[in-house]
């Protein structure tokens, strides 16, 4: 299978896994279970149909609202499910043309915990340890399996590394300043730090620093436009989220960037 057949595939896959996503986006912070009952409308508890239940192309048919009520279907829905897509085919693509199609299974994975934590944290503030516990032994599961099929267990030795590295670092800053660090970030970074760490260290430290350059800019806009205290408190998932992403997909060309840009100063 050639990459662009592969990115297509996924793109395919992200559609419908991003329906799902969206199901564990209004769920699980609500404590509810994710099988039973099936997709209601919030508004009139009516049973959302098979045709109705078709990523993007349903709520595009519905013009955004429901078929029994009038009461309006969020864009968020659309939205994650096209974002799933999108981030699925550019994972599988990169992956693929890198030579590494047996982690591509991983890394889907962990685009969906990304895509996921990142709605739940910007809109709620919390990381669910419904998702960050088990997020970790299945990346790890899937990532050993790619090293075995790669005959590369080098890499999972340097994955474990790097999560207990991440993991040891945003320990001690939230030890430092509570504030500054939920506890919600130090049980997700060990699986970005494993997911990282097993492409390379420099895709690792590309992807934490992104996140802290994300985060810091925001932060200042958040200050500087917002008028938001000092002390407000802000999600910092989604930018953990962002520079993983990031990372997968660009953390050795911005890495050998960097590096000819410092030996060229």
């Known amino acids: 299978m050639s990459p662009l057949a592969a990115a297509l595939l996924a793109g395919l896959l992200g559609l419908v896994s991003g329906s799902f996503a969206n199901v564990v986006i209004h769920r699980v912070p609500r404590r509810e279970s994710l099988v039973r009952p099936a997709s209601r409308c919030p508004s009139c508890g009516s049973p959302v149909a098979p045709r109705d239940n078709i990523p993007l192309v ?8 429901c078929r029994r009520c009038p009461a309006p279907i969020p864009v968020r829905y659309p ?36 895509v996921v934590l990142t709605v ?6 919390l990381l669910p340890n419904r998702i960050t516990y088990p997020a970790f032994p299945v990346v790890a599961v899937l990532l050993l399996a790619a090293s075995v099929a790669l005959g590369d ?11 207990l590295a991440v993991a040891g670092l945003f320990l001690l800053l939230f030890l430092i300043s509570p504030r500054g660090m939920g506890f919600g970030d130090i049980k997700f970074v060990p699986t970005l730090g494993l997911a990282l760490g097993w492409l390379s260290w420099s895709a690792l430290a590309v992807g934490i ?4 350059l994300f985060g810091g800019v925001t932060g200042l806009v958040a200050i500087g ?3 938001l205290g000092r002390k407000a408190l802000m999600p910092f998932g989604p ?7 990031l990372a997968v997909l660009a953390g050795g060309s911005i890495a050998t960037w960097y590096a000819r840009a410092l030996l060229g100063a």
């Open 239 to 245: 930018w953990l989220a962002a520079g993983a992403l």
């Open 79 to 114: 939205a994650v499910e096209l974002a799933m897509a999108v981030l699925w085919a550019l994972v599988a693509y990169r992956l693929w043309s890198d030579g590494l199609a047996w982690a591509v299974p991983a890394y889907l994975a962990v685009t969906f915990v990304c």
């Open 153 to 163: 267990l080098g890499r999972m030795q340097r994955a474990l590394l790097a999560a």
């Open 58 to 65: 349903s709520w595009v048919l519905l013009r955004g609202r």
């Open 225 to 227: 436009v917002l008028r």
């Open 120 to 125: 739940i944290d910007a809109s709620s503030k």
């Open 209 to 212: 620093f992104s996140a802290f």
